[in-house]
């Protein structure tokens, strides 16, 4: 069974910077794909980034382009999101997840999710 476990969120100032983690388990299929996503309350789940088995492909929110990088431990089976330059709009509850496709980063096209965790960016 896929289990997914972030850690690693909290409270940041603006401009500082962070790193989540995300634990992949249980994936039975060689290749596919890591995202990373943001919630904030009254909005859609968005994409923020995601990174591709099959090739270490990555992809980027608009919204994180040039502050944010995704990147992953093959031998631990982790998956992080470097957050620098970070924003008060960063704020909000950052799930990881997987699906079999390339370079997604539609929130439908996800199958196994995290529990979530915070991310706090405030002064």
């Known amino acids: 069974q896929v289990h997914l476990v972030e850690s690693g969120g909290g409270l940041v100032e603006p401009g500082g910077s962070l790193t989540l983690s995300c634990q992949v388990s249980?994936?039975?299929?060689?290749?596919?794909?890591i995202g990373w996503f943001h919630h904030t309350p009254g909005k859609d789940r968005e994409g923020v980034a995601s990174?591709?088995?099959?090739?270490?492909?990555?992809y980027y929110g608009d919204g994180v382009k040039g502050r944010f990088s995704i990147s992953r431990d093959v031998a631990k089976k982790m998956v992080y999101l470097q957050m620098n330059s970070v924003k008060p709009e960063d704020t909000g509850v950052y799930y990881c997840?997987?699906?079999?496709?390339?370079?997604?980063?539609?929130?439908?096209?996800?199958?196994?999710w995290g529990q979530g965790i915070q991310v706090t960016v405030s002064s």
């Open positions: 997840a997987t699906t079999l496709m390339y370079g997604e980063l539609r929130v439908s096209r996800y199958d196994y």
């Open positions: 990174i591709s088995t099959s090739d270490e492909s990555t």
């Open positions: 249980g994936m039975s299929y060689p290749y596919y794909t």
